[in-house]
């Protein structure tokens, strides 16, 4: 037996989630630098002063993420005195600001916090960065034992960004859910697999029940009930099951066919130019629960797709099935579906995939 830790980031939630920063962080210091996306800071910034002001926190600096998660703008920001002399790093934005927020802060060895401004995937709350080249096209996943010491998630920013991240975001956290528990099927787990593993239900539940409503409410611009909700799915609890499936780098549980459908398509010329990851993982569920043969499964969900306008069919995301038959050797062999309970075949792919023409 040996020993290990398991590291999880609270949050807090709500239109004015950004009053706990003095509580939340005063215990690490007092200068804080701000790091993140353009339109983000501009959407957090008088709310971050505002929450700081007569308070032993202060902002020291504003900087822009650049473009790209990349380990070059990690190292710009590294280089900046101020960030250099700051006590905690506060990162806010998307994925890839809050990605590059993280390289830097954990380069430097600094306590970090999250503030989210759209509701589309778990950076925020996992341990996760994903590093691109300066060209935007992936380098590699940066796995840390460091999290956010908090998330702070400000639900009437998170209704004013437009609502295709929502959309989107919603595709994939539903993935989570039939990708992990299919993944550790059969199994007798220990205790963080199988939290992660039970936890993934709360990726699908909320957004199945929510969701329509939730999309509905961010084109309005309306923090609703529902909207935080989704936001709780996708941002928290995506990270805590990512967080605990993948501990030790163990990515075993951490994917699925949905996954795998999406990555050998973009072997395609141009498809991951053209295509949102969410709306295609989004689809690529209901393939997985056809290839699963879970009737039930597939019907509600085909039906939740049509309701929030995900796709249903191969000819929504413009590829026929001579294309994924192409593809089928590179979704076979793709990493995420190594740990199945059983192994995918080209029949197995292309019978569910006839369904779905
Ligand atoms: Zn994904």
Request: glycine share 6%.
């Given at each position: 037996m040996t020993n290990y830790s398991i590291i999880i980031p609270s949050y807090t939630i709500g239109p004015d989630a950004y009053r706990e920063i003095p509580r939340r962080c005063s215990l690490y210091g007092e200068k804080a630098v701000v790091i993140g996306g353009e339109?983000?800071?501009?959407?957090?910034?008088?709310?971050?002063?505002?929450?700081?002001?007569?308070?032993?926190?202060?902002?020291?600096?504003?900087?822009?993420?650049?473009?790209?998660?990349?380990?070059?703008?990690?190292?710009?920001?590294?280089?900046?005195?101020?960030?250099?002399?700051?006590?905690?790093?506060?990162?806010?934005?998307?994925?890839?600001?809050?990605?590059?927020a993280k390289l830097a802060a954990i380069?430097?060895?600094?306590?970090?916090?999250?503030?989210?401004?759209?509701?589309?995937?778990?950076a925020a709350a996992s341990s996760v960065a994903i590093a691109y080249h300066p060209d935007g096209s992936f380098r590699e996943f940066v796995h840390y034992l460091e999290t956010a010491r908090h998330v702070f998630i400000d639900t009437d920013i998170l209704a004013r960004a437009p609502y295709?991240?929502?959309w989107a975001g919603i595709g994939d956290t539903v993935a989570k859910y039939f990708e992990v528990s299919l993944s550790a099927r059969g199994e007798e787990l220990e205790h963080y697999l199988a939290l992660g593993v039970t936890m993934s239900r709360m990726c699908m539940d909320p957004l199945v029940r929510y969701g329509e409503k939730a999309i509905e409410d961010n084109r309005a611009g309306k923090a609703s009930y529902e909207l935080e909700q989704c936001a709780l799915a996708v941002?928290?609890?995506?990270?805590?099951?990512?967080?605990?499936?993948?501990?030790?780098?163990?990515m075993l549980y951490n994917g699925g066919a949905a996954h795998a459908l999406f990555y050998s398509l973009c072997s395609l010329p141009g498809f991951d130019r053209t295509h949102i990851h969410g709306v295609v993982v989004g689809f690529g569920v209901l393939l997985q629960l056809l290839i699963?043969?879970?009737?039930?499964g597939f019907e509600k969900m085909r039906d939740?797709?049509?309701?929030?306008?995900?796709?249903?069919?191969?000819?929504?995301?413009?590829?026929t099935l001579e294309e994924l038959d192409q593809v089928?050797?590179?979704?076979?062999?793709?990493?995420?579906?190594?740990?199945?309970?059983?192994?995918?075949?080209?029949?197995?792919i292309m019978n569910a995939a006839r369904r779905l023409a």
């Open positions: 339109k983000a800071m501009a959407a957090a910034r008088e709310k971050l002063l505002a929450a700081v002001k007569d308070s032993r926190i202060e902002i020291t600096g504003f900087f822009l993420y650049g473009t790209e998660a990349t380990f070059e703008a990690a190292a710009a920001l590294e280089a900046e005195s101020t960030v250099r002399e700051a006590d905690m790093i506060f990162a806010v934005g998307g994925g890839k600001a809050v990605d590059t380069h430097l060895e600094k306590p970090f916090f999250t503030f989210p401004t759209i509701v589309s995937n778990c295709e991240y929502l941002i928290i609890t995506t990270g805590w099951v990512s967080m605990l499936v993948s501990r030790r780098h163990n699963d043969q879970d009737e039930e939740f797709n049509r309701r929030i306008g995900l796709p249903v069919s191969f000819s929504e995301i413009g590829v089928i050797p590179q979704m076979i062999a793709d990493e995420d579906v190594q740990h199945f309970p059983y192994r995918l075949t080209r029949e197995m």
